[in-house]
T-cell receptor, first 112, second 114 residues
Framework: EAQVTQNPRYLITVTGKKLTVTCSQNMNHEYMSWYRQDPGLGLRQIYYSMNVEVTDKGDVPEGYKVSRKEKRNFPLILESPSPNQTSLYFC???????????FGPGTRLTVT | AQTVTQSQPEMSVQEAETVTLSCTYDTSENNYYLFWYKQPPSRQMILVIRQEAYKQQNATENRFSVNFQKAAKSFSLKISDSQLGDTAMYFCASEQYNNNDMRFGAGTRLTVKP
């Protein structure tokens, strides 16, 4: 089944404790992206990647890191999480040639 | 960069009736795509409908249709014969042609009442 998976689905952590949210897709998509969703703001892009070893900042990259060592994986790293990073996070992927993005199930992160 | 505006934070409709969700966008591009996504309580993002800007004909998917007014930069979603399962957050989004940079509106929370 074609899908985007994210882990964990829920995470509660404390300020400053490094964490990684994994994202994996099995559709051989070149493009992958991370969004955060906050009430009243919709989804905002954090980072995106056009292909392996190619990443770039989105609209809200501060406090986040990503890597793209393999085509299928695009982990989101929070080196020192802060309460303002409490949010719902989505990973998405697509073919570069197609506009349709496939979304993962979301990760609810709470930083206390 | 494109911007997308949804001016209705919340809406409600009676079951079996019709409701229209509004969306406006701003872009300097001539070729782009527009989308409506549904986000039910499960939080999954589900593509409802897609419109290519170069197509004049409005997209339709079963009970869902759009009114695409390119000159006015308006892209509203009409849901006919509303069902309880349509209760969700709805996001309007735009993406430039050959860019993959998708922009979202703030969302409209729709409640279908029995």
């Amino acid at each position: 089944e074609a899908q985007v998976t994210q882990n964990p689905r829920y995470l509660i952590t404390v300020t400053g404790k490094k964490l990684t949210v994994t994202c994996s897709q099995n559709m051989n998509h070149e493009y992958m992206s991370w969004y955060r969703q906050d009430p009243g703001l919709g989804l905002r892009q954090i980072y995106y990647s056009m292909n392996v070893e190619v990443t770039d900042k989105g609209d809200v990259p501060e406090g986040y890191k990503v890597s793209r060592k393999e085509k299928r994986n695009f982990p989101l790293i929070l080196e020192s999480p802060s309460p303002n990073q409490t949010s719902l996070y989505f990973c998405a992927s697509s073919l570069v040639s197609s506009p349709e993005q496939y979304f993962g199930p979301g990760t609810r992160l709470t930083v206390t | 960069a494109q911007t997308v505006t949804q001016s209705q934070p919340e809406m409600s409709v009676q079951e079996a009736e019709t409701v229209t969700l509004s969306c406006t966008y701003d872009t300097s591009e001539n070729n782009y795509y527009l989308f409506w996504y549904k986000q039910p309580p499960s939080r999954q993002m589900i593509l409802v409908i897609r419109q290519e800007a170069y197509k004049q004909q409005n997209a339709t998917e079963n009970r869902f249709s759009v009114n695409f007014q390119k000159a006015a930069k308006s892209f509203s979603l009409k849901i006919s014969d509303s069902q309880l399962g349509d209760t969700a957050m709805y996001f309007c989004a735009s993406e430039q042609y050959n860019n993959n940079d998708m922009r979202f509106g703030a969302g409209t929370r729709l409640t279908v009442k029995p």
